[in-house]
Antibody
Framework: EVQLVQSGAEVKKPGESLKISCQGS????????IGWVRQMPGKGLEYMGI????????RYNPSFQGQVTISVDKSIATAYLQWSSLKASDSAMYYC????????WGQGTLVTVSS | DVVLTQTPLSSPVTLGQPASISCRSS???????????LNWLHQRPGQPPRLLIY???NRFSGVPDRFSGSGAGTDFTLKISRVEAEDVGVYYC?????????FGQGTKLEIK
């Protein structure tokens, strides 16, 4: 069974850094793109970017370019989404999803940024 | 970016009755390989989205056959032949033809 398991909820202060994770299992992690999707409270879905674990080829939605970094450690089948300096507006639920088809989703990581 | 516009944004439906959601794209979603990469997703409250339909009309594994997708070019439709209680939630169309991938605003399906 294909599974994506994300790290737990985070509460951070503005200006702090954060790295959340998404671990894949049940399939060859290296061969499938992994994307990140943001859902702000009560809002719709926004596609942030995508990474190919095989060679770390990464593409960012221009709306998120420079705001976040997507990375991967294929040795542990894990993709990451990180911020160097969080803002209150980064408070949202973040999902990882497999490939462009988004055929499998993580359970979501709730990030709360508040002073 | 490709803009996807869904209608209606809210749809009250009687159990057992059909429902239909439209998704219109600001540009053709036909890719250079001839395929059209339009997905439909369903999100129940408090849960992650799940894939229903990919490439316009292909039902994903485990999706009931009361769900069907159709369309071409810039106009697409998701139909539910007979709405069941478990179908409540928000439905999104999503294009993965052109990066950045984009979603429609979502259509909230609720039971009358």
């Amino acid at each position: 069974e294909v599974q994506l398991v994300q790290s737990g909820a985070e509460v951070k202060k503005p200006g702090e850094s954060l790295k959340i994770s998404c671990q894949g299992s049940g399939y060859n992690f290296t061969n499938y793109w992994i994307g990140w999707v943001r859902q702000m409270p009560g809002k719709g879905l926004e596609y942030m970017g995508i990474i190919y674990p095989g060679d770390s080829d990464t593409r960012y939605n221009p709306s998120f370019q420079g705001q976040v970094t997507i990375s991967v450690d294929k040795s542990i089948a894990t993709a990451y989404l990180q911020w160097s300096s969080l803002k209150a507006s980064d408070s949202a639920m973040y999902y990882c999803a497999r490939r462009a088809r988004v055929d499998s989703w993580g359970q979501g990581t709730l990030v709360t940024v508040s002073s | 970016d490709v803009v996807l516009t869904q209608t209606p944004l809210s749809s009250p439906v009687t159990l057992g009755q059909p429902a239909s959601i439209s998704c219109r794209s600001s540009q053709s979603l036909v890719y250079s390989d001839g395929n059209t990469y339009l997905n439909w997703l369903h999100q129940r409250p408090g849960q992650p989205p799940r894939l229903l339909i990919y490439k316009v009309s292909n039902r994903f594994s485990g999706v009931p056959d009361r769900f069907s997708g159709s369309g071409a070019g810039t106009d697409f439709t998701l139909k539910i032949s007979r709405v069941e209680a478990e179908d409540v939630g928000v439905y999104y169309c999503m294009q993965v033809t052109q990066f950045p991938y984009t979603f429609g605003q979502g259509t909230k399906l609720e039971i009358k």
